[in-house]
């Protein structure tokens, strides 16, 4: 709805002709500082036969017609020496993303990543990795065949707090082979207790050169805190601005968002209140009116991470708990506008187990988490990229699906054909994955 509706604005302000609106579009993608990555293999290819996802501002649309691309990238003409494809009357969408997760990082998360490309996500953020396993495997998820990630590496917290603890009890699992406890401080996470030690550790964050950070609230307002301090947490951001680099929030609690929001970090890596100690607490899970009017305003984004409460094996009434408080604070949102990405933060899970944790929260129809999957990865994962839009000047990346995903969700991983970067992608189980 954003990249349209701002397509709408600029060429009304331009006062376009219709012969000078291709031309204009194709300005303002770079215009608006977005940039489509060139796929130098993919060569003049032409679209016929699709029913295209189109965001009319005012809901979605599917219209038939045909689209062309050259070097992986839609243009406005066809080229002479086109290859036609085909697309059969598919309904054609904008591939989805996954805002919140680890399963993608290092050697060995290969299989993790095929099995997002079968689901239609090209575009995956994981909030917290360890650097020096994830380094070896950059170049590879830069492919244009490959899942696109962007990677924190270690979060921000403080010693023991959640990451390093986490880490510990992962690697005692057996898992990041070759990586050392004693290796894991300013590598899974940086130890920031203090503004002195932030001062110390600055430029060696920096030097990983994360494509965002990852900050830790713990219920910073609480002496039990193992999080980040509010003036550390503060700091962090206004230097992160002054950087450019985007900063996400790990946080449990309504005060931990609110904190967030008032620093103008630029998103909260989940809904407070997914765990039911907190969710049964009004006082610290009910986020109130001003700070969700606040987020909408600074279009703060909200991860939902939902499916995180579902994992956790409650019972039924407790489960309701959980999902009443979700449901409350995720509808007032809503209402109000706040943008909302689709993050699972399930380790064996993916971002389709989390769409099905938002629709059985009743508050969003299949044509409207059709929508939040298709606009997360522009909103939360690759913002500077000209993606998530079937439109000249953006990348030629799409799914073209057997069913119409507005009248079933389900219809979403039924998948005919994927393109990613104006090239056919192959994908093990390439009739998709219905049922996972
Ligand atoms: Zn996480």
Redesign the pocket.
């Known amino acids: 709805m954003r990249v349209t509706t701002i397509f709408a604005v600029t060429l009304a302000l331009l006062g376009c002709s219709p012969d000078a609106t291709t031309d204009a579009r194709e300005n303002t993608a770079e215009e608006r500082g977005l940039t489509a990555q060139v796929n130098p293999d993919a060569g003049p290819t032409a679209y016929v036969n699709g029913l295209w996802y189109t965001d009319s501002g005012n809901g979605i649309e599917f219209v038939a017609g045909e689209r062309h691309a050259n070097n992986g990238v839609f243009v406005a003409e066809r080229p002479a020496d086109a290859t036609v494809i085909d697309l059969g009357g598919a309904f054609v969408v904008p591939p989805y993303g996954e805002a919140?997760?680890?399963s993608v990082d290092g050697p060995g998360t290969e299989t993790a990543a095929a099995k997002y490309l079968a689901e239609g996500v090209f575009y995956y953020k994981n909030?917290?990795g360890i650097y020096s396993y994830t380094a070896p495997m950059l170049e590879f998820w830069a492919r244009p065949d490959t899942l696109d990630v962007s990677f924190s590496y270690g979060g921000l917290s403080i010693d023991e707090g959640h990451p390093e603890a986490l880490y510990r009890m992962l690697l005692g699992y057996g898992m990041y082979s070759g990586t050392d406890a004693d290796n894991l401080d300013g590598n899974a996470f940086h130890d920031v207790g203090t503004l002195e030690q932030l001062d110390e550790k600055w430029d060696f964050i920096l030097s990983t050169e994360p494509d965002f950070l990852k900050l830790y609230l713990l219920e910073y307002d609480t002496d039990e805190s193992d999080g980040l301090t509010e003036d550390v947490f503060r700091e962090v951001v206004r230097r992160a601005h002054t950087y450019g680099l985007r900063t996400a929030v790990?946080l449990e609690t309504a005060q931990d968002l609110a904190l967030a929001v008032d620093a103008g970090a630029t998103e909260a890596?989940?809904l407070p209140a997914y765990d039911l100690e907190i969710a049964e607490d009004e006082a610290r899970s009910r986020i109130p009116d001003g700070v969700i009017e606040k987020m909408a305003k600074q279009g703060f984004i909200v991860v939902a991470?939902t499916n995180v409460s579902q994992g956790r094996e409650y019972g039924a009434e407790d489960l309701k708990t959980v999902m009443d408080r979700q449901a409350d604070n995720l509808g007032r949102m809503k209402a109000a506008g706040v943008p909302i990405a689709v993050g699972s933060?399930s380790f064996f899970q993916t971002a389709w187990n989390e769409i099905q944790s938002l629709k059985a929260l009743d508050l969003f129809s299949d044509e409207e988490l059709l929508q939040l999957w298709v606009e997360t990865p522009a909103l939360s994962i690759f913002p500077g990229r000209a993606i998530g839009a079937l439109e000249v000047g953006y990348e030629a990346s799409f799914l073209a699906l057997d069913c119409d995903p507005m009248t079933d969700i389900a219809c979403a991983i039924k998948i005919q054909q994927r393109v990613k970067s104006g090239q056919v992608l192959e994908v093990d189980g390439n009739e998709g994955a219905e049922g996972s």
């Open positions: 919140h997760n680890h909030p917290n790990h890596a989940h991470t933060d």
